[in-house]
């Protein structure tokens, strides 16, 4: 990583704008804690919501249970929000709390250094390759369980003619009509992929490790 040309210094860092990171910057926002910057590896906040669900992906809890501290879901929205319906959610409740966030901005590193009482965090400006240094009393990790696809090493795929799709990368049944399609996997979005797939017309069959109780 290129030298640093000049430390930034903030009281608070958050690492990830999903909905944990918007919500700890909204908190901190309410209780009158400045100075606070969310610093996000893609070009938008709730990036995993807005570029890697399918077309029919909803909220699998109920709303009550799926709203942001300090601003419920409005009694006309649906029980199980739509996609579209929770990131515009997400886009007003960053606007309505003024969360700061550089978007393309990608951590590096993060250490505590006891001397300053300041973690010092190096990140790189995607757009520009340049690199950055933020200097914080408090740093928030909120980069997301789900930010990174796990694909299984499966002996064999290497040659395997058909088409392989991570969950991350499915949009829709779109072009899998007629064709034989196997789902790996009977998490939330296993089990619904595997459904959009069978309504599209797709000759769906489901594996799953475990037992089905």
Same mark, same amino acid.
């Given at each position: ?5 000049? /430390? ?19 908190? !901190? ?12 590896? %893609? ?11 399918? %077309? ?18 409005? /009694?006309?929205?649906?029980?199980? !929000?739509?996609?579209?319906d929770f990131l515009r959610y997400l ?10 966030a550089r978007l393309r901005r990608e ?7 006891? =001397?300053? @009482? ?5 990140? +790189? ?10 200097? @914080? ?7 997301? /369980? ?6 299984? /090493? ?10 392989? +799709? ?14 034989? +399609? ?13 459904? %959009?797939? =069978? ?15």
């Open positions: 990583m290129a030298a640093v040309e000049q /430390e930034q210094e903030e009281e608070v860092i958050i690492v990830g704008a999903g909905p944990s990171g918007l919500a700890a910057a909204a908190c !901190l926002s309410v209780r009158g804690v400045t100075g606070c910057l969310v610093l996000e590896r %893609d070009d938008c906040v709730a990036s995993l919501w807005r570029h890697r669900t399918y %077309d029919r992906v909803r909220l699998h809890l109920a709303k009550r249970y799926c709203a942001l501290p300090h601003a419920p879901h409005g /009694e006309a929205s649906p029980t199980y !929000l739509p996609r579209d886009d007003a409740y960053a606007s309505r709390f003024g969360v700061r951590v590096r590193s993060a250490r505590y250094d006891a =001397a300053r @009482a300041r973690w010092l965090v190096d990140a +790189v400006d995607l757009a520009t390759g340049r690199a950055e240094r933020y200097a @914080a009393r408090h740093l928030v990790a909120a980069a997301g /369980e789900n930010d990174e696809r796990v694909v299984p /090493e499966v002996p064999g795929m290497e040659t395997f003619p058909g088409k392989v +799709v991570h969950a991350a990368d499915y949009r829709s049944a779109e072009g899998f009509k007629g064709k034989s +399609v196997l789902v790996v996997g009977g998490g939330n979005s296993g089990m619904e992929i595997a459904y %959009d797939l =069978a309504v599209g017309g797709a000759a769906t069959s489901i594996v799953i490790r475990s037992e089905v109780s």
